[in-house]
């Protein structure tokens, strides 16, 4: 039965969904990671993931928010590098967002993500072109609220349909990174020798909204 | 992949186990992933810390020490350490007079010792920044993240930790790092690609003959590659870039000439001639040189070259005694 | 075949033109391929003289300085010294106290030393040798020609300098030097073999799953192949034929876990764990540690692990100052 | 027109023709030592025996001693590892027993091979079956007394046969080193490892003694 939002076990299942995926995917986002940067992007990911999956086994979480901070601090604080602390703002704010409550809705899920975006804009300063997870993230973020708009009057499917076209959109937003070069990260340094690779952040982005779509759906 | 190693994902702390019992003078926190000298620094005088991803080994674990650093944040191979232990090491190691934060520049580098930073200033601890950023394979523009820190990073902690030692303030001591920092310039080659343990294969291909030049320290590949090429003619592309970005003509100069970790020393001395004799043609003078593998990227073959400006300032601070594992003279 | 040279039948000379410019302690005579300290040691005290082929550095000529050696010959890449050489650095280098050679048992260093030592004896200059044969790889019998010297020429060479320095005579140096040697046992490994700049090639053939255990510091392959394995399993391979060839137990050593060339310090210092712990489960005190490629085979990746007996009068020339390139602390 | 001596030109000859001979079999000398030993063999004997030829170009020999002395001291000088000494030793005593004359005939010649000998074995102290040049030399020295026995009343043929034989058995004892495990030099560090490869300094000693069969044939 679709999900009409979220909930405390629905967020920890995305969490921990996502830690099966990128630990899955380690080996090919790390490849992505060696064509343009310092091959770790894929142990990087698994390595916080599975801390934050550790985490959430430690200390069950109450709130909605309590599964998305302690998910944003264990990736700040098992990562490093650029992922550690853009995905570690991504989940902080995006907790901040959720507030003390059990449940998230539809649209307080689309402010979090907005807060999540910004927040991730502000620690990296890269915009949208910069052939970094930004160019996932941002299509995604416009394609839920475009989504939830459309539901006029917000029906239980919204939060499924939104999530869904968010995740096609960044999924065309990581796809669209391949053709470019990079201004941020270290696949800046390559100059034009970035272009014709898929950036892995991007990557790794499109798969957290393809795992919030499987564990909704 | 052949290394001396057990699990990959063990390394980093199996590698700084070892040097906990290897090397007296240090104290190591393998949790925390930090290394500390055994003997703190004197109350009232400036702390150093800096870190960075593993791999670049003796750099900076192995700088920690009287004269250099204070403490050396260890993160996983080619990764940035995280801000809970920059935070850790920050508040360790300050004597009330502050703590020099010595960052390479790299996004993730920057982005971890930045949160760290504003954590210890809420803890009411003075931090200061010096961003190191002297790669000019890398052009310095809104197109990249900015200069890379590689092998002025060494000479920065080299003497701003004399500066510390002497009793400095922190004001002093990051004035002075922002200096030798500005001063620097670094340009390296690859003969080979490194293998990240938990990768397991090279990160790049190189064919046998040829070279990348403009590599960084991360196994990121360089700006190019070209045919393979005699130590002569691999001298001035590595300076060529260097001198054409900052006229170091008539001045003096430190000249560091750095292995990548697999390159023999043989080899290093070898290239260091050619250098040395590129820049009396130019009528710059080497005040002091530095020849060795001081910051690796793991199991690279190449060379990096830094030049630094000098001056007496300098070159005292660069004279004064240092007892690391790395570096260690006149103590 | 990828390294930082030019023309190879020139590599020898060149970097030690490179060398002689960025090391202002040493005199290097590029001719001769002598290299000297440039403060020669006070009349009346005896002169430490080593050597041997080149592609082993740090060893010799990096050790040259006080506390250590007065002259380091070397030859063509792994082909020992001729007698000219070593009989220019005696006379040289004798301060009217003798000349102790310190030479490792291979069939051409110890032929060339002998007819160096005939004619330095013609010359009236006392000249005593100290052969080290550590290699516990190798059996020693009738059947080889004994022992290889490894490792423990290093440790000879900083505790027979030490002495030396001290003013001890040549009879007592000498005397000293020969302990340590017979008190020290050697085993090495090899992840990839070296290449011999002449020969342009690998010396032998490795598949990326295997390794040699029992290798030289020539390329000579090892004793056995061995599939690959992990250090914890490494480090007993090394440990038990030194363990087994002379009771160390319950005594204090010096551990010096050596790098081969191209041994990121992370592995050497990931090993030393290793060994420190197998050392330490046998109840075998380890009183100092040395890391690092100190005795290198070129580009040879793999380790070496040398225990040394220790007592107090060799640990207090262990601490003893020593300033040169490659071994440097107390000055 | 065979040699029925040696004279200080066909010396100096003998020198230059095995120059060239080890300099265009250097690459495969360094292979056999590569195998068990440590890939230098060729070089070594290229850079000495060049060495051997630029000091004779230098300063032009009056006597047959001069020439051998010359090499030996050059080689001596110039080579350094194991084969320095050992050639250096093996010139240097048969420049001694060829005397300050002009020509140096079969009967002179071969007291002076013994001489060779006796000095390489003095300095080496490697047996025959020890896997090194002795087991290519010993036998040549052999072959060589044996076939000027042969000439009852020494002919004109003397010296060309007795040299003849002598590379003949020089290269019977090389192939006789490849199932021996050494017993000297770095080969021995092998082991039983050092079995079935061929013996690089045995196979340079028959080339010495090829080449002297060449230049007074
Ligand atoms: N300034 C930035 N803003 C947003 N994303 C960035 C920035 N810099 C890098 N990234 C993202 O981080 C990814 C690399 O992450 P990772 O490999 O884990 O870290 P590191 O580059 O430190 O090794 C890049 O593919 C890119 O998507
Ligand atoms: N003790 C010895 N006596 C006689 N010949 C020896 C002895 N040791 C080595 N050799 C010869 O020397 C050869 C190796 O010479 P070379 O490679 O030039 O020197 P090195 O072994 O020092 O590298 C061996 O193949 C062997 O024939
Ligand atoms: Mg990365
Ligand atoms: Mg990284
Ligand atoms: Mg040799
Ligand atoms: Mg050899």
Not at chain 1, 111 to 132: I, S, W, Y
Not at chain 2, 46 to 72: I, Q, T, W, Y
Not at chain 2, 120 to 127: F, R, S
Request: charged share 20%; net charge negative; with cysteine.
């Amino acid at each position: 039965m679709p999900a009409t939002e979220w909930t405390v076990p629905l967020l920890v299942d995305w969490i921990r969904t996502y830690a099966d995926d990128v630990a899955a995917a380690a080996d090919d986002l790390t490849a992505l990671d060696s064509a343009i940067g310092d091959a770790d992007h894929g142990s990087n990911m698994k390595r916080g993931f599975a801390a934050a999956v550790t985490a959430l086994d430690e200390k069950p979480p109450a709130t909605c928010a309590d599964v998305l901070k302690t998910t944003g601090m264990s990736l700040v604080s098992h990562v490093g590098g650029a992922s550690g602390p853009l995905y570690g703002t991504f989940f902080l704010r995006l907790g901040a967002a959720a507030g003390t409550e059990t449940t998230v809705d539809a649209t307080t899920f689309g402010a979090g993500l907005h807060a999540a975006l910004d927040g991730v804009r502000a620690r990296g300063k890269a915009e949208v072109g910069d052939k970094t997870l930004i160019d996932a993230l941002t299509p995604a973020v416009e394609a839920y609220d475009a989504a939830l708009a459309k539901a006029a009057d917000p029906s239980d499917d919204a939060l499924v349909d939104a999530i869904a076209e968010a995740t096609k959109a960044a999924a065309i937003g990581r796809d669209s990174t391949t053709p470019l070069q990079a201004r941020r990260g270290r696949a800046s340094y390559l100059g034009e020798r970035s272009v014709g690779h898929q950036d892995p952040g991007a990557t790794s982005m499109a798969l957290l909204f393809a795992a919030a779509e499987q564990v909704t759906r | 992949m052949k290394k001396l190693i057990n699990d990959p994902s063990d390394v980093v702390t199996e590698a700084l186990t070892g040097m906990a019992l290897a090397e007296p003078g240090l104290r190591v926190d393998a949790d925390q992933r930090v290394v500390y000298r055994a003997e703190p620094k004197d109350a009232g005088k400036v702390a150093l810390v800096s870190g960075g991803g593993s791999g670049h080994e003796p750099m900076h674990g192995g700088f920690v020490g009287f004269g250099m650093l204070d403490a050396a944040c260890a993160g996983e191979v080619f990764t940035s350490p995280v801000p809970d232990q920059i935070l850790a090491a920050t508040r360790e190691v300050d004597r009330g007079a502050g703590v020099l934060h010595i960052v390479k520049n790299y996004t993730g580098d920057v982005m971890n010792f930045e949160m760290a930073a504003e954590l210890a200033a809420a803890d009411d601890v003075q931090v200061q920044t010096v961003v190191t950023a002297d790669d000019v394979a890398v052009e310095d523009s809104t197109w990249t993240a900015g200069r890379r820190g590689v092998g002025v990073t060494v000479l920065v902690e080299k003497i701003a930790g004399a500066a510390a030692e002497a009793g400095l303030s922190l004001d002093e001591v990051a004035a002075l790092a922002r200096r030798v920092s500005e001063g620097g310039r670094s340009m390296g080659m690859a003969l080979t690609s490194c293998t990240v343990p938990a990768a397991g294969k090279p990160t790049f291909d190189l064919p046998d003959d040829e070279m990348e030049i403009g590599i960084g320290i991360h196994g990121e590949p360089g700006r190019h590659r070209v045919p393979l090429a005699p130590a002569s003619q691999i001298a001035p592309m590595l300076l060529d870039p260097i001198l054409g970005d900052l006229d170091f003509t008539g001045g003096e100069v430190i000249c560091f000439v750095n292995g990548m970790g697999a390159t023999p020393e043989l080899e290093l001395y070898l290239m260091y001639g050619e250098i040395a004799k590129l820049l009396q043609e130019k009528g710059i003078r080497v005040a002091r040189s530095l020849v060795g593998s001081y910051m690796t990227s793991l199991d690279m073959a190449g060379c990096s070259v830094t030049l630094l400006r000098a001056d007496d300032e300098l070159l005292r601070w660069w004279d004064s005694p240092v007892q690391t594992p790395g570096l260690r003279w006149g103590r």
